[in-house]
T-cell receptor
Framework: DAGVIQSPRHEVTEMGQEVTLRCKPISGHDYLFWYRQTMMRGLELLIYFNNNVPIDDSGMPEDRFSAKMPNASFSTLKIQPSEPRDSAVYFC?????????????FGPGTRLTVT | GDSVTQMEGPVTLSEEAFLTINCTYTATGYPSLFWYVQYPGEGLQLLLKATKADDKGSNKGFEATYRKETTSFHLEKGSVQVSDSAVYFCALSGLDNNNDMRFGAGTRLTVKP
């Protein structure tokens, strides 16, 4: 299995631009999570989906952030407009719903820099 | 609410030293407990897990035992290597149909030759 795939691995953009981060979960996994990691705030859960449906988006910072999961093998996290304080590493993770141990598998992350 | 507290770092050890990273949790039920490791520039990788009291998770020489009486899941390794240098996260999940995972703040370990 290829694991969770994220793209791009690095993104540098200017303030005010739209940024789209992409994630492909592990095949057969029906939960997908988006996290943000910064030195100041650590690892934060932004949103998670179950069977492509958003379940909890209480961690999404503000209306500039949106996430979609149009099918079981693809999700996007969009920031519009981007701001310098959005600079962070964004991780996608997935897990299988039938596993009772709840372990999540993480992608390599997208390092976003907003100048 | 449900949470995880782990010892603050950074931790610096010499090669072959004994490692302990403390982790305690607060939970209303019986969560599954995890240790994840993050190497520089990479995502988090599951290191080991335990799903019920007295279970011992182990992997790559690391061990942790689920202690319900002390609500702890301390990570240990008898002899660390330079390649173990990374950030270690304690986490819990599986409470009250809550599907998210609660992470500790992470402990940075540096092993010197």
């Amino acid at each position: 299995d290829a694991g969770v795939i994220q793209s791009p691995r690095h993104e540098v953009t200017e303030m005010g631009q739209e940024v789209t981060l992409r994630c492909k979960p592990i095949s057969g996994h029906d939960y997908l999570f988006w996290y943000r990691q910064t030195m100041m705030r650590g690892l934060e859960l932004l949103i998670y989906f179950n069977n492509n449906v958003p379940i909890d988006d209480s961690g999404m910072p503000e209306d500039r952030f949106s996430a979609k999961m149009p099918n079981a093998s693809f999700s996007t996290l969009k920031i519009q407009p981007s701001e310098p304080r959005d600079s962070a590493v964004y991780f996608c993770a997935s897990r299988a719903g039938h596993l009772s141990s709840y372990e999540q598998y993480f992608g390599p992350g997208t390092r976003l820099t907003v100048t | 609410g449900d949470s995880v507290t782990q010892m603050e770092g950074p931790v610096t050890l010499s090669e072959e030293a004994f490692l302990t990273i403390n982790c305690t949790y607060t939970a209303t039920g019986y969560p599954s407990l995890f240790w994840y490791v993050q190497y520089p520039g990479e995502g988090l990788q599951l290191l080991l897990k335990a799903t019920k009291a007295d279970d011992k998770g182990s992997n790559k020489g690391f061990e942790a035992t689920y202690r319900k009486e002390t609500t702890s899941f301390h990570l240990e390794k008898g002899s660390v290597q330079v390649s173990d240098s990374a950030v270690y996260f304690c986490a819990l999940s599986g409470l009250d149909n809550n599907n998210d995972m609660r992470f500790g703040a992470g402990t940075r370990l540096t092993v010197k030759p």
